[in-house]
């Protein structure tokens, strides 16, 4: 499973910093961002940072992970809400399998998302973990 | 005579430890070391960068916490300095996912500087030099690794994972502010590792006195002197730690009681996060520390040198502490994996692919 290296430079802002998308025509936002608005069609939308916190709504683990994601499995998917209600699939990190319930309060954090191979690129991106309670 | 250096400060601070731990006493059970290794060395246990940690997430993190405590405007930081043995590419810098990852970029310098365990004390000093010239308002340095050991070496009992960053800026922003700085270097065969080498090497007989205690030991008493101060003018003391003991030990040559030292001590439960050590050390002092206190850091690298660093708290720092989470924090959030994960998550246990 190899990502496009420029699709993935074009998208960084999202991928390291949970930059979405707001629609200036009905305000809704979307995540990762759209050129064109999924809620009412218009074409005008602007970049958008988007709170780091959130709670699990929904998750799913994969043990029968495509190839390269051996070193990380399981693989744990999460459906995230974030605090101003936007809703992320991301994949959760720092927790176990019999760790991890909906409800749980966790936060965006930068990670290895997946590499090319042992000499191609890395890829760093958002993954959600247990909040810090601090 | 006004040094440069009291022109700046730390602005911000943060930490990161990752939460995975290895006992002492798992690598004693699966290299068949003396029971009595882990407090020959002075060392529980250490933290372990899980499967999707390298140096670059980890020191993504606690630069990001160094900069919830700043408060600054990311775009107004001109310089990242990541210190690192252990960067994830051989040739492309870490400095500039970091810088882009906190939203620094793209005027700013940024580069991933080596040198051993002090490679982002290095960066510290350079930020010190830019900040106080007037060049930028705001640098930052970032010490992170993921430290490598030879399975089965002495090492292994603490090479660890873990960060820590500082954000320099005008001493009228400071939690703490720069009073001088001292460095000493020399050319030393204590520690290497060769380009396509996955673990590093020590030279016997070069890795304590004539490497970390004559380094240390001689930045400190050069930065006593230009500055006029003695182990008494300081509520704290903070040294590379390589293991438990030999921080305890070189205060007590220079002449710290422990209580100086204990505080900023982290690597008995963390283990030697290499570029982080001393750092985290400081962190940890920031975290407690109180307007008016003077503390004394000096980090180390082999190769080798030490840099001396002497800080005075700000009354600011009360307001910064509660806006990141602490070292403690991090300490305290563990979970404890056997040799088998551990191998597993840093990569010891190699596989193919076809
Ligand atoms: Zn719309």
Redesign the interface.
């Known amino acids: 499973m190899k990502l496009s290296i420029p699709r993935f430079w074009r998208e960084?802002a999202s991928h390291?910093?949970l930059v979405g998308s707001r629609c200036k025509s009905c305000g809704k936002i979307s995540y990762p961002p759209k050129p064109v608005c999924p809620y009412c069609g218009h074409r005008e939308t602007e970049e958008v940072e988007l709170p780091r916190r959130g709670r699990v709504l929904s998750y799913t683990v994969i043990y029968t992970v495509p190839?390269?994601f051996?070193?990380?499995a399981p693989l744990i998917l999460g459906l995230v809400e974030l605090e101003n209600g936007v809703r992320v699939v991301a994949p959760l990190?720092?927790v176990?399998p019999h760790e991890v319930r909906t409800g749980m309060k966790v936060e965006a954090?930068?990670?290895?998302?997946q590499e090319d191979?042992?000499h191609g690129v890395?890829y760093?991106g958002v993954?959600f973990r247990p909040s810090?309670?601090? | 005579m006004t040094r440069p250096e009291s022109k700046t400060g730390i602005v911000g601070w943060g930490a990161y430890v990752p939460r995975y731990r290895l006992k002492a006493e798992e690598v004693v059970r699966v290299w068949g070391f003396e029971k009595s290794m882990p407090q020959n060395l002075f060392i529980i246990e250490k933290a372990v960068g899980g499967p999707d940690e390298d140096a670059l997430t980890i020191g993504w993190e606690a630069a990001r916490n160094a900069l919830m405590r700043a408060q600054v405007d990311p775009a107004e930081i001109k310089a990242v300095f990541f210190g690192t043995e252990s960067k994830p590419y051989a040739v492309k810098p870490s400095a500039t996912v970091i810088a882009e990852a906190l939203g620094i970029t793209p005027v700013t310098m940024a580069s991933d500087l080596e040198f051993a365990c002090r490679a982002g004390s290095e960066g510290l000093r350079a930020s010190i030099g830019l900040v106080s010239s007037g060049m930028m308002k705001y640098a930052m340095a970032i010490g992170s690794d993921t430290a490598q050991a030879n399975p089965g070496d002495v090492l292994e009992f603490t090479a660890s994972s873990g960060a820590a960053a500082f954000i320099v800026g005008p001493r009228e922003e400071s939690v703490a502010y720069f009073e001088g700085s001292y460095t000493y270097v020399t050319d030393t065969p204590d520690f290497w590792r060769r380009g396509l080498s996955p673990y590093p090497l020590h030279g016997e007989g070069f890795t304590g006195e004539p490497a970390y205690f004559h380094h240390i030991i001689s930045a400190v008493k050069g930065l006593f002197e230009e500055l006029g101060l003695g182990p008494e003018d300081f509520d704290y003391a903070v040294f590379h730690q390589p293991n438990g003991k030999f921080p305890l030990r070189v205060g007590k040559k220079l002449g710290f009681p422990k209580e100086k030292v204990m505080p900023g001590l982290v690597t008995p439960w963390i283990g030697n996060t290499y570029n982080g050590s001393a750092f985290i050390g400081l962190a940890k002092v920031l975290d407690q520390a109180r307007p008016g206190q003077r503390i004394l850091v000096a980090p180390f690298g082999s190769g080798a040198g030490s840099d001396a660093y002497s800080l005075v708290v700000t009354d600011k720092i009360e307001e910064k502490k509660p806006l990141a989470p602490t070292v403690e924090d991090y300490i305290r959030r563990k979970i404890y994996i056997d040799y088998s994960l551990y191998s597993r998550f840093r990569g010891i246990i190699r596989r193919i692919t076809a």
């Open positions: 960084r390291y910093r190839d390269g051996r070193k990380y990190t720092d176990m954090v930068l990670r290895r998302v191979g042992e890395i760093y993954k810090m309670e601090y």
